[in-house]
């Protein structure tokens, strides 16, 4: 749990959405809340002085979606008791809940709780932990209503409270006992929470096999990375604005290890398939800090793959099985990767050159690096003019976050003093390959559009 200082003469008023949430044949359930709590009789209160309330909480056992309807509703009104509150309005889409609470409480506690045909009533526990919360609460001084609300029909709050159930429901399927409840002054909900990851990371996906973290000759640790559009079975299909890069980290990324290790032990004693990571989901701040905290347990699978999935059933990893196209992106990488290593001189590599092109992206600022003041944030590509041997000077165009990482991670890197490189090998006679090397601190990387890094020369005439 974690709560906001907040000053002890307030007196509160709080209108909260609960829900539920259970995967019914294997009965793990979660519930999950979200609301706000504002200064009583203040019509238009600003931000900075209400509460938000963003809750989850994982169930014991085997559970039903009823009960945890029920724990949602009984967590927040006992977690009210440390709270001044005068009123509260819950918004529930659960009828079971609402008219529960509303109209048979009391009538089950006369009844010995049993209902009215003096069948025993179904999870009685809880609606006896309710009902004592409730004459606790209302001794207190708090004023209770009700109203329903249709899940899943598009109200923000109910869609709220439903994803913080989804993430309980996760945790539990993956074995966690988890339950946060976050009071935080609304001014600062959701703020995205301080992270510090390696920027060279700036692709949309990154290839891996899930029992094995390749490490280079140098000892450094070695990412696979990429963009190949939406259609994650596309990976490896020739097209112009697919992008790779080939990444030697000093340190291990954390949050790629514990996505790596997780999807190890959902592939058991098979490790043969190559797996597609979302990086453009697990790199969200947000969602780093969850998995750097407390690893992959929002997460889940379906039981007819290995492909993890976020609460939101968003995909965080895809396997390639069968790989099909796959092994012709694979193949790229190992060629972009055998020219990162001719570069680092740990592979003989025929007729590579070297352009020295950090003076066309970065300038001196003092001690520090900057981008160059001719740069800006529009700006798409850059042009470089080059020399192969026997050949005219020629013009390559380089567009950010294709043959170039994207400007905000060159802004980033600039405090590293990077060096950048232009690299070209021949195809033939008549036209060579290139791509980008980036040595930024311990850390080094290519970057190259593999489809479309394909120039011809332009053959020197004789005078």
């Not at 009902?131 to 004023?143: F, P």
């Not at 949309?204 to 939406?230: E, L, M, W």
């Not at 969602?287 to 997460?299: H, R, T, V």
Request: hydrophobic fraction near 35%; include cysteine.
């Amino acid at each position: 749990m974690s709560n906001d200082n907040t000053a002890d003469d307030i007196v509160w008023e709080l209108e909260c959405y609960t829900d539920g949430g259970c995967l019914q044949k294997e009965g793990f359930a979660g519930w999950g809340a979200f609301g706000e709590l504002t200064p009583l009789g203040n019509d238009n209160p600003a931000a900075k002085d209400c509460l938000k309330i963003d809750a989850y909480g994982t169930i014991e056992g085997h559970a039903t979606n009823n009960v945890a309807e029920l724990m949602g509703f009984i967590r927040i009104l006992e977690k009210l008791e440390e709270y001044p509150c005068q009123k509260a309005h819950f918004i529930l889409d659960s009828e079971y809940v609402k008219k529960g609470a509303e109209e048979y409480l009391d009538g089950w506690s006369k009844n010995g709780w049993c209902r009215a045909d003096g069948a025993p009533l179904k999870n009685v526990e809880l609606w006896q932990r309710l009902h004592k919360t409730l004459l606790a609460s209302k001794e207190r001084g708090l004023e209770i209503s009700y109203s329903w609300v249709k899940g899943h029909s598009g109200n923000k709050g109910n869609e709220y409270a439903d994803g913080n159930a989804s993430k309980a429901v996760n945790a539990a399927f993956n074995g966690a006992k988890v339950e946060h409840i976050h009071i935080t002054k609304a001014s600062k909900f959701r703020a995205a929470p301080k992270v510090n990851f390696n920027r060279l990371l700036d692709q949309k996906h990154f290839y891996f096999k899930a029992d094995t973290q390749p490490i280079s000759k140098d000892g450094r640790f070695i990412y696979y990375c990429g963009n190949h559009g939406k259609d994650d079975h596309l990976f490896g299909k020739r097209q112009s604005d697919s992008s790779m890069s080939i990444l030697y980290l000093k340190e291990k990324e954390p949050v790629l290890e514990r996505v790596r290790e997780h999807q190890n032990t959902l592939n058991g004693q098979d490790h043969h398939s190559p797996f597609i990571g979302r990086l453009s989901t697990i790199m969200v701040k947000r969602q780093y800090k969850e998995i750097l905290d407390e690893g992959c347990i929002y997460f889940r699978h379906k039981t007819n793959d290995r492909n993890m999935l976020d609460f939101e059933k968003k995909p965080i990893t895809v396997e390639l099985n069968p790989p099909r196209l796959g092994l012709e992106g694979i193949k790229q990488l190992s060629s972009l990767e055998l020219q990162l290593r001719g570069y680092l001189d740990e592979e003989p590599v025929k007729y590579q050159k070297k352009i020295d092109i950090t003076d066309k992206l970065f300038q001196l600022d003092g001690d520090k690096a900057i981008l160059k003041e001719t740069i800006s944030n529009i700006d798409k590509a850059i042009s470089i003019a080059v020399t192969v041997e026997n050949q005219d000077e020629q013009s390559i165009t380089l567009t950010f976050g294709i043959d170039l990482p994207l400007l905000n991670t060159l802004s980033a890197i600039a405090k590293h003093k990077p060096k950048v490189c232009l690299i070209t090998w021949p195809e033939s006679d008549k036209a060579f390959y290139y791509g980008v090397v980036i040595e930024s601190g311990d850390d080094i990387g290519l970057w190259a559009a593999p489809y479309s890094n394909l120039h011809l020369t332009q053959k020197r005439e004789k005078k």
